[in-house]
């Protein structure tokens, strides 16, 4: 027991250090909700609330519509370092690469910036008595994380996303069968 709310309060403040620091000068980014995240938008891909939770997994679903966020260190991809794609768990979109992703030390998935511009959208996200910038999906409004203007690298961005909101494509380094696969 002792232990279990130590590891819970360790959990947090990995969170809370993680996050707290970011002070938003994002004024022009549109604020949305968490709750609105996934609606309001003309995205490419539209399904019904029914749809999506029949496509994905609770937590996906906790993740990806409800802009919930996975406990800190428990995520498939916290420290998986293949190289290949990472796409939105809900429409497949390709998102990042495993070439901007590097370790953050804070318990879910940080990247450097996005594949290619336009595959993330950024809203003013001021739940939680936090002002972040919220990440989601351009293609299917799914929500992914935040990003914080913190990053180590040349970017200087910090892409924190939950696994949930992600599907990984490894790199193919067989050429033959990246042939086959084209007939
Ligand atoms: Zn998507």
Not at 104 to 113: L, Q
Not at 116 to 130: F, N, P
Request: proline share 2%; net charge negative; aromatic share 8%.
């Amino acid at each position: 027991m002792i232990q279990k709310s130590i590891t819970a309060v360790a959990l947090v403040m990995i969170a809370i250090s993680c996050t707290a620091q970011q002070e938003s000068q994002n004024d022009t980014i549109p604020e949305v909700t968490p709750q609105t995240t996934a609606e309001n938008m003309d995205y490419n891909v539209q399904k019904s609330d029914a749809e999506w939770r029949e496509q994905l997994t609770e937590e996906q679903y906790r993740v990806l519509r409800e802009a919930g966020t996975e406990r800190a260190g428990t995520g498939e991809y916290n420290l998986h370092f293949e190289e290949g794609v990472y796409t939105c768990a809900g429409c497949g979109t390709e998102l990042f690469d495993s070439d901007s992703k590097f370790n953050a030390h804070c318990g879910w998935p940080s990247f450097d910036k996005e594949i290619e511009e336009g595959k993330i959208i950024e809203r003013l996200d001021k739940s939680y008595g936090m002002i972040r910038t919220e990440i989601v999906c351009a293609n299917c409004g799914g929500h992914l994380g935040h990003v914080f203007d913190d990053g180590p690298t040349s970017t200087g961005l910090r892409y924190c996303v939950n696994s949930a909101s992600l599907g990984f494509e490894a790199e193919d380094d067989s050429e033959s069968e990246s042939e086959s696969e084209e007939e």
